[in-house]
């Protein structure tokens, strides 16, 4: 990766920031900041791993920047959640005379990263399986956080909607294996005086397996509580 200008760039990891160049007094342009923060997200895209990319443009400055001779520094957290779309970077700027100051530089920038996507359709409430994936780059839309896969742990879930083939899957888009959603179908058990009932019942709200839960038995007017055991059976201890 080229680095023009001499610029010194301080990113954020763990809250501390880490110099990446050595610092060099060069000619302040919008050119050189625009290059420092471009040379900056470059260096984030490349450090989170395989098939990221940053494609940076700059937009014009409401001001020209002063001229003379200054060292140009681009910041961001390194943990902070990345956006595609316009923007606006803080760059520092240390004139060779004179106090540091920053400016803020719009940008827009596109993140690719790599992502789990889907190789067939997956109906509401279907479970994913690792042969149902591949992982392919993606260039996020503006204005979607980036949601980067993990290369060595494929997502797992439900579907809880209908997914299609070549569709990224976020996680927002699956349910937990161990949760059930308001709806979803259950056998509720009932032990009274010595007898076990069964009966067909729905989740009356959201639940994970071992927590208490209302639902309302076909044929019964009144909701029951009780606890879910596992993904298909709901414990009521009372009538």
Excluded: F
């Excluded at 204005?143 to 990224?168: F, I, K, M, S, W």
Aim: proline share 6%; aromatic share 2%; net charge positive.
């Amino acid at each position: 990766m080229r680095h023009s200008l001499g610029l010194a760039l301080l990113l954020s990891a763990a809250g501390h920031q880490m110099a990446l160049a050595k610092a060099v007094a060069e000619p302040l342009t919008e050119a050189g900041l625009c290059a420092a923060v471009r040379a900056a997200a470059e260096g984030m895209a490349v450090r989170r791993g395989a098939g990221w990319r940053a494609e940076v443009h700059c937009r014009p400055m409401s001001s020209r920047p002063n001229s003379g001779l200054a060292t140009i520094q681009a910041e961001r957290k390194e943990a902070e959640r990345l956006v595609s779309g316009k923007q606006t970077w803080s760059v520092q700027v240390r004139p060779e005379r004179g106090a540091a100051y920053v400016l803020a530089l719009p940008v827009t920038i596109g993140w690719t990263a790599p992502t789990w996507a889907l190789l067939r359709e997956l109906k509401a409430g279907e479970r994913l399986q690792a042969a149902d994936l591949h992982l392919q780059e993606q260039t996020w839309p503006p204005g979607v956080a980036v949601e980067a896969a993990r290369t060595d742990e494929p997502p797992q879930g439900r579907a809880r909607r209908t997914l299609h083939a070549g569709e990224a899957v976020r996680a927002a888009d699956l349910i937990a294996l161990d949760t059930l959603q308001r709806g979803d179908r259950v056998t509720v058990v009932m032990a009274s005086e010595g007898i076990e009932l069964a009966m067909p019942a729905q989740l009356l709200a959201p639940a994970r397996v071992g927590q208490s839960v209302r639902v309302q038995a076909d044929g019964r007017s009144a909701p029951m509580e009780g606890l879910l055991v596992d993904l298909t059976t709901v414990r009521v201890n009372k009538p």
